[in-house]
């Protein structure tokens, strides 16, 4: 059975860093293109972070202070989040792609087919 599972989310003030992991189990996914995706309440999911091979995609409004890695033999997933910001606040998802990017792709929820339960930042001001 495959599964993505995150940790490391939390409260934190502004200002503050936070690292996300997402462990996958079940299945290898270093053949496959891992994205950060977010919620806020009452707003729609949207693309943090995406990393593709050894390219990294980023949405603007976090570009400068979120880097995504991963480490392949752990099989895990990292978003470290510096500077963080009360707009930051959102459940975060951790995605597994059907393969690699091609074009926008990242940007599509329908580009993943395995998603974690997600894990909650908040930050306040």
């Known amino acids: 059975q495959v599964q993505l599972v995150e940790s490391g989310g939390g409260l934190v003030q502004a200002g503050d860093s936070l690292r996300l992991s997402c462990a996958a189990s079940?299945?290898?996914?270093?053949?496959?293109?891992m994205g950060w995706f977010r919620q806020a309440p009452g707003k729609e999911r949207e693309f943090a972070a995406g990393?593709?091979?050894?390219?990294?995609y980023y949405a603007d409004s976090v570009k400068g202070r979120f880097t995504i890695s991963r480490d392949n033999a752990k099989n895990t997933v990292y978003l470290q989040m510096n500077s963080l910001k009360p707009e930051d606040t959102a459940v975060y998802y951790c995605?597994?792609?059907?393969?690699?990017?091609?074009?926008?792709?990242?940007?599509?929820?329908?580009?993943?087919?395995?998603w974690g339960q997600g894990t909650q930042v908040t930050v306040s001001s």
């Open positions: 995605a597994a792609a059907r393969g690699y990017y091609t074009s926008n792709s990242y940007l599509r929820r329908d580009s993943y087919d395995y």
């Open positions: 079940g299945r290898t996914f270093s053949n496959r293109a």
């Open positions: 990393r593709s091979g050894s390219s990294t």
